[in-house]
């Protein structure tokens, strides 16, 4: 069984910056196509980033394009999620998935496609 553990959420003004991780361990993470979700009260959740198996691809929601990077470090099991010039508009609880697709390079953008979850972590941005 797979176990994503998320860290790094918080309070932030706007315009401020935060970095998430999360920490996988029971399976095979080189091989996983990684993704950041993320929820706000009373809305779906919604695909924030994705990143291929080798780091080497990447994929972000256009709302966050430019402001936040997606990154990966296969030795240490890890996927970071770097948030910089946050609004309060990224206020949410941010998901880890991961989808065991073998060495797919393709990134998933819908949360149905990912097999592993982790608990969340809070971000809030004021103004």
């Known amino acids: 069984q797979v176990l994503l553990v998320e860290s790094g959420g918080g309070l932030v003004q706007a315009g401020g910056s935060l970095r998430l991780s999360c920490a996988a361990s029971g399976g095979t993470f080189s091989r996983y196509t990684m993704g950041w979700f993320r929820q706000a009260p009373g809305k779906e959740r919604e695909f924030v980033a994705g990143?291929?198996?080798?780091?080497?691809?990447?994929r972000y929601a256009d709302s966050v394009k430019g402001r936040f990077t997606i990154s990966r470090d296969n030795a240490k099991n890890t996927v970071v999620l770097q948030m910089n010039s946050l609004k309060p508009e990224d206020t949410a609880v941010y998901y880890c998935?991961?989808?065991?697709?073998?060495?797919?390079?393709?990134?998933?953008?819908?949360?149905?496609?990912?097999?592993?979850w982790g608990q969340g972590t809070q971000v809030t941005v004021s103004s």
């Open positions: 998935a991961a989808a065991d697709r073998f060495y797919s390079t393709v990134i998933f953008t819908t949360s149905g496609e990912y097999d592993y």
């Open positions: 990143i291929g198996w080798s780091g080497g691809s990447t």
